[in-house]
């Protein structure tokens, strides 16, 4: 067997399991590392000025290539920078293989400047957690990393490299992790049981989740529906889980609102797929299922079925082979009477999603003139000026709506937004998503506050001159926040008189973002005027480079 350095077969390893980039925030820990890269130009080292930078560009190539991405961040203390991306990979499901640097072992005992128990500080946000203690182990070590974050339900795992490791010698042949078959088909039974509730079903609803997406299941999530005729919810929409433009697809699920038990009160069969069911931010009183509603869960996440409800049928299985194995069976035990019961009820859904669609024109024609611009006027704008192959990078927080009423997310791959609600996803996680589709215009659509949390992105994206464009929509304020103080004074303690002064919620000395990006060498401008926002977006988007527009929207309640 071949001998070579730790710091050698880690290289090696990374460029049998088909690494391209390095994504990292370099510390001395890290040094042997750095080191052997460059005897390795094959892997391209993409320099972060802080570790969630370098967490987000990996979670956004991850899932946009749909393979384990890797970044390095430093010791202890730049770890705990970068944890903050790594809750949002864990959450999401993102395949992000992370290291860092620690001290020599030799030193550990010591308690040594910097360092710390690195698997302990990551181990709950991570599918796996190790630190490697001999040189001899590094192979096995990253070929089971790479194995268990690819391997369905997908998220990102933590390795360790002390400094000593990296420098001894070992013997190992190098080797890459097996290509992985995960098309786990379901019980036959349990897909016989669902079809035949389905299929008798008066008022079905469906609803989904990333790991629709992420089984690559659209397609036959579309058929589902259409035989049918249920009516589509988003439980979780941060990539394209069903086309938006379809007439069957009601929106999202507000699942911080009681109000959704509305929304579901009347369906006597729920079948939710790839999605947490279900899975809120503020405390809701009442359960948005009733006792009487059928729920059948399909999920490649075993921990997520019967998690909160009573489930009549879970199956336990790969999204896209159950949603296969589901609608045969549906052709099969729908009736001729219940094919046109679905034929109406798709009818009757379309109807209400031409009146949606007509009332939010109504609204954004409403806005049309509003100085500040409108958050309409702004996406309608945006809208206008995408390419067709655009892919949309989505950190906007209360923006958000009004953007995908806007557009339409019809093909995989042209949508991914923030998971687990970690702010700072969108500003690196674009750079990630553009090197991944080098051939498509990425277009990063963020809120002003969520901008700042990694804001030194745009001194990557000068850098290696990544052609993402910035759209920044600076309401001058935690608008999330405001709306949640509303919910907190109105709903909750049920005070219609309280009037809050928003607490640290605005923005007194208001963001430049344009100054911000033209700091870090990115061409920056800033918007007020809606008629300059398509030509700007236009020439932005054409210009092959990183450009930043601020622009300037209203940001009332």
């Not at 401008?525 to 092959?544: F, H, M, N, T, Y």
Request: charge should be negative; hydrophobic fraction near 40%.
């Amino acid at each position: 067997m071949p001998k070579m350095t730790g710091k050698e077969a880690l290289a090696r390893m990374l460029m049998a399991e088909g690494v391209e980039y390095l994504f990292g925030n370099p510390g001395t820990s890290e040094t042997p590392l750095l080191d052997v890269l460059q005897d390795f130009p094959q892997i391209k080292y993409v320099q972060a000025l802080q570790e969630g930078t370098a967490v987000g560009m990996a979670d956004g190539y991850a899932r946009a290539t749909g393979r384990p991405a890797f970044a390095n961040i430093h010791i202890a203390a730049g770890l705990a920078n970068g944890i903050s991306a790594l809750y949002n990979s864990f959450r999401g499901g993102a395949p992000v293989v992370l290291s860092a640097g620690n001290s020599d072992t030799r030193m550990l005992l010591t308690d040594p400047v910097l360092s710390g128990d690195l698997v302990q500080m990551t181990a709950q946000y991570t599918k796996w957690s190790a630190q490697i203690h001999h040189a001899d182990d590094i192979p096995m070590v990253v070929r089971r990393a790479f194995r268990e974050a690819s391997t369905p339900p997908t998220g990102p795992v933590f390795l360790a490299f002390p400094w000593d490791t990296l420098d001894q010698e070992t013997e190992q042949e190098i080797i890459s992790s097996s290509q992985g078959y995960f098309r786990t088909r379901p019980d036959a039974a349990g897909v016989a049981k669902a079809s035949q509730i389905l299929a008798q079903a008066d008022n079905p609803i469906l609803v989904v989740g990333d790991r629709v997406a992420q089984s690559g299941a659209v397609q036959q999530m579309v058929r589902v529906a259409e035989q049918l005729g249920a009516r589509v919810y988003a439980a979780a929409y941060t990539e394209v889980n069903f086309p938006t433009s379809h007439p069957l697809f009601g929106g999202f699920l507000n699942l911080n609102s009681p109000a959704t038990r509305q929304q579901l009160a009347e369906a006597d069969v729920v079948m939710a797929v790839g999605a947490s069911v279900f899975s809120s931010f503020l405390y809701v009183p009442v359960p948005f299922l009733s006792p009487q509603t059928r729920l059948i869960h399909l999920d490649s996440k075993a921990r997520e079925v019967e998690k909160v409800y009573p489930t009549e049928v879970g199956l336990i299985a790969d999204p896209r082979s159950s949603l296969e194995d589901l609608a045969e069976a549906l052709d099969q035990d729908m009736s001729a009477g219940a094919r046109e019961a679905a034929a109406t009820r798709s009818a009757t859904w379309a109807e209400t999603r031409r009146k949606e669609d007509d009332e939010r024109q109504r609204r954004l024609r409403s806005r049309w003139d509003r100085s500040p611009m409108s958050v309409e006027r702004m996406m309608h704008e945006l809208s206008q000026a995408l390419p067709a192959n655009a892919i949309i990078a989505d950190e906007a927080v209360t923006s958000r709506p009004a953007m995908m009423q806007a557009i339409n997310f019809d093909q995989p791959g042209s949508f991914y937004g923030i998971q687990g609600g970690s702010l700072g996803w969108a500003m690196p996680g674009a750079l990630g998503v553009q090197l991944a589709n080098p051939d498509r215009p990425v277009v990063a659509v963020v809120g002003d506050g969520a901008s700042m949390y990694t804001v030194q992105a745009l001194w990557t994206a000068a850098r290696y001159n990544i052609p993402v464009t910035y759209v920044i929509c600076n309401n001058r304020s935690y608008r999330i926040l405001k709306q949640n103080m509303d919910i907190y004074l109105r709903r909750m303690l049920e005070d219609k008189e309280r009037q809050s002064e928003y607490v640290g919620m605005d923005f007194a000395n208001p963001l430049n973002l344009s100054a911000v990006a033209q700091g870090m060498g990115v061409a920056g401008q800033k918007i007020e005027d809606p008629q300059k926002l398509r030509p700007a977006l236009e020439q932005a988007i054409a210009s092959g480079k990183p450009n930043l527009l601020d622009v300037s929207i209203d940001g009332s309640l």
